[in-house]
């Protein structure tokens, strides 16, 4: 079994930056990418980037497209995700989620998710 926890979320101002990290642990892990998703209050989960493993290459959904960057460090198991210029619209928690088969901007794609971490962006 994978576990995965999120850290990284918090309060910051419209512009300002946030480092979310996903730490994985449990069986041997090496997923074929990761992703992670956001839900905003009375919003439906939606996808925001993917990266793949094996070689760390990313997706992005538009809306974060320049000011997110998705990493990964295979050694730590570790996943990254850089928030920068950030915009009240990106109020959400953050979830990341491990899929074994296939990178895919699809949530039931992905075979293990974590509890999620708060980003909220005040203006």
């Known amino acids: 079994q994978v576990q995965l926890v999120e850290s990284g979320g918090g309060l910051v101002q419209v512009g300002g930056s946030l480092r979310l990290s996903c730490a994985a642990s449990g069986r041997a892990f090496s997923p074929y990418a990761m992703g992670w998703f956001r839900q905003a209050p009375g919003k439906e989960q939606e996808f925001v980037a993917y990266?793949?493993?094996?070689?760390?290459?990313?997706f992005y959904e538009d809306s974060v497209k320049g000011r997110f960057t998705f990493s990964r460090d295979n050694t730590r198991n570790t996943a990254y995700l850089q928030m920068n210029s950030l915009k009240p619209e990106d109020t959400a928690v953050y979830y990341c989620?491990?899929?074994?088969?296939?990178?895919?901007?699809?949530?039931?794609?992905?075979?293990?998710w974590g509890q999620g971490t708060q980003v909220t962006v005040s203006s």
């Open positions: 990266i793949r493993w094996n070689d760390g290459r990313t």
């Open positions: 989620a491990a899929g074994l088969s296939r990178n895919s901007r699809w949530s039931q794609d992905y075979d293990y």
